[in-house]
């Protein structure tokens, strides 16, 4: 079974400042797709960003990029001038590529205070 | 708004008691997915249904059941609840095929058993 790890429960960051999320994840699979999912306060599950793991290229989206080592099982978010509506719980999620839609492992979070 | 409509939004009740949940997934999503968010805890995926078949089971208890309706809205079943069963639940559905590596998540039912 994959299992998703995130190692830092919390991290804080000054406001216009740079920080990384960390993420590591088990599977013997070579197909899957990762997500970093966003929930503020109102417990909205926000999706920031996707990988494909057959890409090499690290997706961006705006302020948000990704740092994808396939070989190191890594996949850390790198949020750039970081902004208050930046803080909250970070997820970590997997899921197989393989046929048929399937559910998604998530990580256990890491709460981001953004300190203006 | 991601499209995804989940009632009610805040649940209370007791010990012993059964709740139902209710999930209607985007227009056109196939596939809907139940996940339960225990205090400051990461989702754990319990159950997916796809076109009213269930496809797979996670986590989920036995006192807990689901099902998928004809007009493809979803239903979470709880019996049994016991405190431990507290819990922000969690709907998603997704298209099929290449397109469905996105799951869209609905708001959430807040259940709290006392």
């Known amino acids: 079974a994959q299992t998703v790890t995130q190692s830092q429960p919390e991290m804080s960051v000054q406001e216009a400042e740079t920080v990384t999320l960390s993420c590591t994840y088990d599977t013997s699979e070579s197909d899957y797709y990762l997500f970093w999912y966003k929930q503020p306060p109102s417990r909205q599950m926000i999706l920031v960003i996707r990988q494909e793991a057959y890409k090499q290229q690290n997706a961006t989206e705006n302020r948000f990029s990704v740092n994808f080592q396939k070989a190191a099982k890594s996949f850390s978010l790198k949020i750039s001038d970081s902004q208050l509506g930046d803080a909250a719980m970070y997820f970590c999620a997997y899921r197989s590529a393989r046929s048929g839609n399937t559910p998604l492992v998530f990580g256990k979070g890491t709460r981001l205070s953004v300190i203006a | ?114």
């Open chain 2, 1 to 114: 708004d991601s499209g995804v409509t989940q009632t009610p939004k805040h649940l209370i009740t007791a010990t012993g008691q059964r709740v139902t949940l209710r999930c209607s997934p985007r227009s056109g999503d196939l596939s809907v997915y139940w996940y339960q968010q225990s205090l400051d805890q990461g989702l754990q995926f319990l159950i997916q249904y796809y076109n009213g078949e269930e496809r797979a089971k996670g986590n989920i208890l036995e006192r807990f059941s689901a099902q998928q309706f004809p007009d493809l809205h979803s239903e979470l079943n709880l019996s049994s609840l016991e405190l431990g069963d507290s819990a922000l639940y969690f709907c998603a559905s997704s298209e099929e095929g290449l397109l469905g590596y996105e799951q869209y998540f609905g708001p959430g039912t807040r259940l709290t058993v006392t």
